[in-house]
């Protein structure tokens, strides 16, 4: 078949293509009228999102395209769906390159307008003054564990939890410098540093750390000394402009963070969820092992949990814990009655479709 011919045919397929996605976006528009006069659905579904990705990849078999590509589509078909019915503001870890960012994209498609915050506490503050419709944190990484500064931010807000995003991370250093043994001082922070020591502590052994937050700050101090490295995202080598002088410098190489979209959603119940709690046992003893109890006496299977220290009373530790299920779920409704018995206070963060 020749060139034009086969050309042709894809002109067919394009017609087609546009006017079904016309016609998906009229359905669309419908569906958010009918949102706007319901008070508690909202534009953002994160529980129908997955079932869309879902349907879509069982539909495919094993057609010639992709999964990846099919579900990179299918977001970004979703985010015009959204931004047609109401545009939707998305706060993230700034500035733009962060792999907060990334995430934000992943999960939002382009579509969406986004923010970039300085800090995790002022995306929490964006979210909650109504300056921006959801927030994207990072949580925990696969490596480098929990992310405290994000924990830390739970204590104090009403926002909850609506969604996770997982994203694979890849670290690359960056600088002009022209080889490894001519740098002089390494831009990172604690946790891609972390998620890389073995990589540092063999070929930069000696070179001290100028601690710079989030990675693509650390892209922008290594666009502007000769002399210095970053660890940093493809993307903020781009957008900075710095050449990656060694690709891949990740210790894992299955290395894998989790996000949460925060916000005022609630999504509902799916059979596959996941819920946050935020609790303070009493302080007296055995009270963590019987509120831990409360879970596996429930048959809730807990798959995270960590402790914060308390801001005001030293040596006192609110707990974080995520447990598949639905709040709304009865073996979870009676853990959390069981916990609250051995617990200063329970505060459920929010329960969310598993990712
Ligand atoms: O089903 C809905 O609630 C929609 O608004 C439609 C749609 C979609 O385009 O498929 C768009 C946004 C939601 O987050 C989920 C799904």
């Not at 994000?150 to 996770?164: G, Q, S, V």
């Not at 937050?213 to 000769?226: G, L, V």
């Not at 894992?252 to 935020?278: C, H, M, W, Y």
């Not at 402790?307 to 009373?313: I, K, Y």
Request: proline letters at 6%; charged letters at 25%; one cysteine or more.
């Amino acid at each position: 078949m020749s060139l034009t011919n086969l050309r042709e045919q894809i002109d067919a397929i394009d017609s087609e293509l546009v006017s079904l996605l016309n016609r998906r976006a009229e359905i669309s528009l419908q569906v958010g009228k009918q949102k706007a006069g319901e008070p508690n659905v909202r534009i953002f579904a994160p529980e129908r999102e997955r079932d869309v990705i879902q349907r879509v990849l069982a539909l495919h078999s094993d057609g010639a395209l992709p999964k990846d590509a099919l579900v990179a589509i299918y977001r970004e078909i979703i985010s015009a769906s959204i931004a047609l019915q109401r545009p939707i503001t998305v706060a993230y870890w700034g500035p733009p390159g962060t792999f907060t960012h990334m995430a934000a994209l992943q999960r939002f498609g382009s579509s969406a307008q986004f923010h970039d915050a300085s800090n995790i506490p002022s995306i929490f503050g964006e979210v909650e003054r109504g300056l921006a419709d959801f927030g994207v944190v990072p949580v925990e990484n696969s490596t480098e564990g929990v992310v405290n500064y994000t924990l830390d931010m739970f204590h104090e807000t009403e926002l909850k939890i609506c969604a996770e995003i997982y994203i694979n991370i890849a670290h690359q250093l960056v600088s002009q410098a022209k080889s490894i043994a001519d740098i002089k001082r390494l831009y990172t922070f604690s946790q891609p540093l972390g998620q890389c020591k073995q990589w540092v502590e063999t070929h930069l052994p000696n070179v001290p750390i100028v601690e710079t937050m989030p990675t693509s700050r650390a892209a922008e101090r290594a666009s502007e000394d000769p002399e210095g490295a970053g660890i940093s995202t493809e993307k903020a080598a781009e957008i900075y402009g710095v050449p990656i002088l060694q690709p891949h410098i990740e210790d894992n190489a299955n290395n894998r963070t989790r996000f949460l979209v925060i916000g005022r959603n609630e999504p509902p119940q799916t059979g596959r969820d996941k819920t946050s709690v935020l609790f303070a046992v009493k302080n007296e003893p055995g009270s963590l092992g019987r509120a831990l109890r409360a879970f596996e006496d429930h048959n809730v299977n807990l798959s995270m949990i960590a402790s914060r220290p308390t801001r005001n009373v030293s040596w006192e530790y609110v707990q974080f814990a995520d447990f598949q299920g639905h709040e709304k779920d009865e073996p979870v409704q009676r853990a959390l009655a069981e916990l609250r018995k051995h617990s200063i206070y329970v505060n459920v963060l929010g329960s969310y479709p598993e990712g």
